[in-house]
C-alpha cells in the first residue's frame, strides 16, 4: 500500500487530490502523520478527498490507528489513516 | 445521532469509551473538533475507540467530513467525524 506522509505544512487539497487518486487505482491508500497540526491537515485531505471521490461514485471510509516510525533512529508514534473504498 | 464535542484537552481514552459505547448501542456517533488540537484528540479517540470495539468484533470506520457550527453566534468550520459500525 502506498504512504503518504503529511506535515502541518501539507496543502489539504493537494493531498485529498493524491488520496483520491490512490483510493481510485489502488482502493487503498495510507496517510501518516506526526503532531497535532500535521493530523489535522491529513483529517482536512481526507475529507475533502471524500468529497472528490463522491464525485465518481466512490464512497470512501478511513481507519485511524496508531503506528511507529523511526525517523533518524529515534521511534516516534504517528497517527496512520488508512483510507479505502467502502 | 448523537454528538460528541472533543476539545484539545479531551482526554483520548475516556472519548473513546463513550465512541465504543455508542457504536454499540446505535452503530453510529458523531465527534466534532475545531482547531488542530481537538482534531487530534478526536482522532486519537477514534483510534483507542476501534481498538476497543475489535475486542467485541466490531469493526468500526470513520467518515470526516466539514461542518458548520454556531458558537455564541459566529459560525466556524469544525471537522466532524462520523464513526459507524461497517
Not at 26 to 53: P, R, S, T
Not at 63 to 74: E, K, L, Q, R, Y
Given at each position: 500500500?502506498?504512504?503518504?506522509?503529511?506535515?502541518?505544512?501539507?496543502?489539504?487539497?493537494?493531498?485529498?487530490?493524491?488520496?483520491?487518486?490512490?483510493?481510485?487505482?489502488?482502493?487503498?491508500?495510507?496517510?501518516?502523520?506526526?503532531?497535532a497540526?500535521?493530523?489535522?491537515?491529513?483529517?482536512?485531505?481526507?475529507?475533502?478527498?471524500?468529497?472528490?471521490?463522491?464525485?465518481?461514485?466512490?464512497?470512501?471510509?478511513?481507519?485511524?490507528?496508531?503506528?511507529?516510525i523511526?525517523?533518524?533512529g529515534?521511534?516516534k508514534?504517528?497517527?496512520?489513516?488508512?483510507?479505502?473504498?467502502?
Amino acid at each position: 500500500m502506498e504512504i503518504l506522509k503529511v506535515s502541518s505544512k501539507s496543502v489539504p487539497s493537494a493531498v485529498a487530490g493524491a488520496i483520491a487518486s490512490f483510493v481510485k487505482e489502488d482502493g487503498m491508500v495510507e496517510i501518516q502523520a506526526i503532531g497535532a497540526g500535521a493530523v489535522n491537515q491529513a483529517v482536512k485531505a481526507a475529507a475533502v478527498a471524500k468529497g472528490f471521490l463522491q464525485s465518481s461514485k466512490i464512497d470512501m471510509v478511513c481507519c485511524p490507528a496508531f503506528t511507529n516510525i523511526v525517523i533518524d533512529g529515534i521511534e516516534k508514534t504517528a497517527i496512520s489513516i488508512i483510507c479505502e473504498k467502502r
